[in-house]
Nanobody
Framework: VQLQASGGGLVQAGGSLRLSCAVS????????MGWYRQAPGKQREFVAA???????VYADSVKGRFTISRDNARNSMSLQMNSLQPEDTAVYYC???????????WGQGTLVTVSS
């Protein structure tokens, strides 16, 4: 299984972007899918995830602004980001895990830059 993130870019504060994560291989081998981000000089942090139970969870900093979704039919996951702020500037990574097999894969990252 491989993941490929896309959709990053430059946007003004208050704008929106939609990130996508394409899954190559059997998406049903992944029961956890999430987005993480790493800002310059900072550690990678959790953004949002679809849990094995099918629940959507979010970091407090993005709650109400970002929406994660998983589309098994299209072998993909997306992150709709609204009301973007300069502090959202980071490289965003998609992650897929299988709690049963120990599978843990990362996409290559896509850069989101929010200008003030």
């Amino acid at each position: 299984v491989q993941l490929q993130a896309s959709g990053g870019g430059l946007v003004q504060a208050g704008g929106s972007l939609r990130l996508s994560c394409a899954v190559s291989g059997n998406i049903f081998s992944i029961n956890y899918m999430g987005w993480y981000r790493q800002a310059p000089g900072k550690q990678r942090e959790f953004v949002a995830a679809v849990t094995p139970a099918g629940s959507n969870v979010y970091a407090d900093s993005v709650k109400g602004r970002f929406t994660i979704s998983r589309d098994n039919a299209r072998n993909s996951m997306s992150l709709q980001m609204n009301s973007l702020q300069p502090e959202d500037t980071a490289v965003y990574y998609c992650n897929g895990q299988s709690t049963g097999t120990g599978l843990n894969v990362w996409g290559q990252g896509t850069l989101v830059t929010v200008s003030s």
